[in-house]
């Protein structure tokens, strides 16, 4: 499914709308409040106060735990959800007074898959353009279908294809109007790991393209792995919002365990600059962001002080612990 099929896309060649000039933002919303009617939870609200750009060309990460929006924000944004107040465009157009124009610059695939088992994927394709108003002529069924790696699979019905054959129709899809931003709802949940590297590339590859690919995860790896920037939500906020590498670098902790061969009573002068503590006479606790800080000096100066390694133990932060430290009320978000 990695072979190079050439679909346009209007942000390669044209906008297919003169009235917009190409956005800075793909995607912006601005103080978005949702409130489900039919379930009362805690906290109230499923998105409160929730702004966020998306900047055109972006491979977008929206991360956080399972509960905390993401799928609230991708349906509002495909018209599955409506919000309770606030303002969001897509391409610069409202969802709210220009609905049918602002669905023609995005494709949605749900978290929650909804084939219809009867039909093959060609009819479904075929079937969706035609929803979309797209002429025969101006089709891309089977450049769609090899790009997703289902040429094979053109005429058979969805009820036999794979779980995973079956996410990539849904991205098809979701592409059947070339819209300039694609949006995934976790697209590698429950997938497994070859599946997921192929998702990762073909993403890859339509990001490459031009197109703004925004996906929700779970996953801290996945969105470090995948995407340039990322916003983290939490109970229905963004808790962060940054490039990858600065977010990662302000709240990825290593902390590593150095035991050593003879007692200490005291960490030497020499040692106080670097982030030690005393676990007990025998152990050092030292924590550090591993891309602004490296271990070796640390070891060095250990050595220049004579104090013997017996063992080292690392641990890395995760996502638990990245949640931890930006919703702790002392820490101010970076
Ligand atoms: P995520 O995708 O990040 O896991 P969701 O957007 O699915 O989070 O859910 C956010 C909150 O909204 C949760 O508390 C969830 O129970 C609630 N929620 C989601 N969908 C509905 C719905 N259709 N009706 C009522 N409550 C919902
Ligand atoms: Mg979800």
């Not at 899809?173 to 070859?194: Q, S, Y």
Request: proline content about 6%; some cysteine; overall charge positive.
């Amino acid at each position: 499914m990695a072979r190079d099929t050439t679909i346009n896309h209007p942000t390669m060649t044209q906008s297919t709308n003169n009235n917009h000039q190409t956005p800075d933002a793909a995607i912006k919303a601005d103080a978005v409040y949702k409130q489900y009617k039919t379930k009362k939870h805690h906290p109230p609200y499923a998105l409160e106060n929730f702004s966020l750009t998306i900047p055109r060309g972006s491979l977008f990460g929206l991360l956080g735990p399972n509960g905390a929006g993401k799928s609230t924000f991708i349906n509002i944004l495909a018209g599955i959800v409506r919000k309770t107040s606030g303002t969001i465009t897509i391409w610069n157009v409202d969802i709210d007074t220009n609905h049918r124009e602002a669905k023609m610059y995005i494709g949605v695939v749900p978290q929650e898959l909804n084939l219809d088992p009867f039909f093959t994927p060609r009819e479904m394709l075929d079937l969706h353009a035609g929803l979309y108003g797209i002429p025969r002529a101006k089709r891309q069924t089977d450049a769609l279908l090899e790009t997703v790696g289902l040429s094979h699979k053109s005429d058979a019905y969805a009820r036999t294809l794979s779980g995973g054959m079956r996410r990539r129709l849904m991205m098809a899809k979701a592409m059947v109007h070339t819209p300039p931003i694609l949006v995934l709802d976790e697209p590698t949940a429950g997938v497994d790991i070859e599946l997921r590297q192929h998702l990762w590339k073909q993403i890859r590859t339509l990001n490459a393209r031009g197109v703004t690919v925004v996906l929700t995860t779970h996953y801290l790896n996945e969105a470090e792995e995948l995407c340039k920037d990322i916003a983290i939500i939490d109970k229905g906020k963004i808790i962060a919002n940054d490039k990858t590498d600065n977010l990662l670098a302000h709240i990825e902790k290593k902390e590593v365990v150095i035991t050593i061969e003879e007692p200490l009573q005291n960490i030497p002068a020499s040692l106080k600059h670097y982030d030690l503590c005393q676990n007990t006479p025998h152990q050092l606790r030292f924590s550090y962001a591993p891309r602004k800080t490296a271990l070796q000096p640390l070891i060095e100066a250990l050595q220049k002080e004579h104090i013997r390694i017996r063992d080292i133990t690392t641990r890395q932060s995760d996502l638990e612990d990245v949640f931890i430290k930006l919703t702790r009320p002392s820490h101010s978000t970076p």
